[in-house]
């Protein structure tokens, strides 16, 4: 009886969050909710945090460097990635608006991506075909994408302060017949400058199947979401060279996700995420929560630095 209380409760409250009823909130007290909520209704420990989940929750409070918001915007992030390791390693760029209305379609390729630099997913067009393409529709989704304040979801506050940009990207596309093959994502999971561990994700639309290997390249007992794959990935030709990458990336940085394509053997940087599932993801085995938040070193905060 009084699970079901709980689990009503954290239905209720997801619902709230989504309509932007909890959006006045504090970030702390909207925080310790949503924590609650999503983590089998356990209580956030911001006083002496221990976890992996509720470091990320005190890095959100105070860990707040205004390079964050420039390396979480999809757009202004290409600049600084190519001053810090090249411009080879940026997915070209194709074009740049601030509404829907103003994209020139005939001026692009017959393929491209199309996408929101503030948020994670709404409105993106993946273009493979332009004359199949609905140009009304994709319109109608890149503003709502546009409309969209993703901070207020679970307070990442380095999308707070980006200006909202629609951009055009090339289209990613190993050289195989079959161009319905999806991108593979190579995410690390960086500690000031040290990868400690990374997985393999590929999207197979209704079942996405992820695996988490070491610095190694061994296979790790982890998951957090998605199952693991029948067939275990290889070892990517260019692993050594993301793990240097990542580590000149995330340099300075207590924590944050860089994360990768491998496209024809050309690396490009996907993007950089500094709070993972938001803090709130379901780790299994629990154990790792725990290592994983012995590798996030609070004393190195933005707020102990200035």
Not at 113 to 137: A, T, W
Not at 168 to 177: D, I, P, Y
Request: a positive charge; hydrophobic letters at 35%; glycine letters at 4%.
């Amino acid at each position: 009886m009084i699970r079901n209380l709980k689990n009503f409760r954290s239905r209720l409250i997801f619902r709230l969050i989504r309509n932007g009823r909890l959006n006045k909130l504090s970030d702390e007290k909207f925080l310790k909710i949503k924590y609650w909520a999503s983590m089998d209704h356990k209580h956030l420990n911001l006083k002496n945090p221990q976890t992996y989940n509720e470091k990320l929750q005190w890095l959100k409070l105070y860990d707040r460097n205004p390079l964050y918001t420039t390396l979480a915007d999809k757009y202004k992030m290409k600049e600084w990635v190519s001053e810090k390791i090249g411009e080879e390693y940026v997915v070209p760029l194709l074009g740049v608006w601030d509404k829907a209305e103003d994209i020139d379609f005939d001026k692009l390729p017959n393929q491209f991506v199309l996408k929101c630099n503030h948020n994670s997913g709404l409105g993106m067009v993946i273009c493979k075909d332009k004359s199949k393409l609905n140009i009304v529709e994709v319109k109608k989704n890149l503003s709502k994408g546009l409309r969209q304040d993703y901070f207020y979801y679970s307070r990442e506050w380095p999308y707070k302060n980006i200006v909202k940009k629609i951009i055009a990207e090339q289209f990613l596309c190993n050289n195989t017949e079959d161009q319905n093959d999806s991108l593979i994502d190579y995410k690390f999971f960086c500690f000031d400058g040290q990868p400690k561990i990374m997985y393999i994700s590929k999207d197979n639309s209704s079942a996405p199947k992820t695996d988490f290997f070491d610095m190694e390249f061994n296979h790790l007992n982890l998951r957090m979401k998605d199952e693991n794959s029948e067939i275990l990935p290889e070892k990517p030709r260019k692993f050594e060279k993301m793990k240097e990458l990542a580590s000149k990336l995330s340099h300075g940085i207590p924590h944050v996700r860089v994360d990768f394509y491998c496209v024809n053997e050309q690396l490009y940087v996907g993007e950089m995420t500094f709070f993972h599932n938001g803090g709130f993801s379901k780790i299994n085995p629990i154990n790792w929560n725990n290592i994983m938040g012995d590798w996030i070193d609070l004393s190195k905060a933005y707020c102990y630095r200035k």
